[in-house]
């Protein structure tokens, strides 16, 4: 899909410490309207702490985070979602104790509109009909990939302009990998803007429109994903896979 040159998200020389600790050093990148943007990186490069930067969940020692080209960064993650961005965390984070249907309620609790969250509602579970089926269920009952999904379903209850998705394959089955992948272009061409931080490589880049290659807190790379897939050089350097053992 052709992306827009419209801007939704720009980070601007983000910084984020924890105590003494740098994580992100004065990061840039944008995303645009109707884009898949992948985040890539080895573990502790800052993808975590940047998206948990963008919707308020950690400080912002230095820099700027715009949505739509207003500031977000003194807002309240409450307030960032209703502006537009729901974060699906890393360990998917469900409710274990509350059901489905619980899950699903919260994610939709800052709709005000009760048409808009009908209509969110009934859009999770065409895109997630097992969730349909389990509504009493105990979130932590769920398979791995049942949980991803309710994870994913409770993000979009708030009907999000951007989608931020942090490891959404991690520890998933193959077949379900393939599920979420097939997910994300379709809610793509739903018009769903998406920043994804992913380990596997491929299948992200595979997808994704662009991509920022993250290490030690700083971008080492970015550029449209076709031409990082076939970069040698950066998958050695940067992600450490095409190393022969």
Known sequence: MQATSVDILTVDDLVVRYGPIVAVQSVSLNVRQGEIVALLGANGAGKSSLLNAVVGLVP?????????????????????????????????????????????????????????????????????????????????????????????????????????????????????????????????????????????VHRALEIADRAYVLASGRVESHGEAAALRASAEIERAYLGIGVSE
Do not use: C, W
């Not at 999904?149 to 409770?154: H, T, V």
């Open 60 to 200: 912002i020692a230095g820099g700027l985070v715009k949505f739509k080209g207003e500031p977000i960064n003194k807002l309240t993650p409450e307030a960032i979602v209703r502006r537009g961005i729901s974060l699906t965390p890393e360990g998917r984070r469900v409710f274990p104790r509350l059901s489905v249907a619980d899950n699903l309620r919260l994610g939709g609790a800052v709709t005000r509109d009760r048409a808009d969250y009908d209509a969110a509602h009934e859009h999770v579970l065409n895109l997630f009909p097992i969730l349909g089926e389990r509504m009493r269920q105990n979130g932590g009952t769920l398979s791995g990939g049942q949980q991803q999904m309710l994870a994913i379903g409770r993000s979009l209850m708030a009907r999000p302009a951007l989608l931020l998705l942090d490891e959404p394959s991690l520890g998933l089955a193959p077949i379900v990998v393939d599920q979420i992948f097939e997910l994300l272009e379709r809610l793509r061409r739903e018009g769903t803007t998406i920043l994804l931080v992913e380990q596997n």
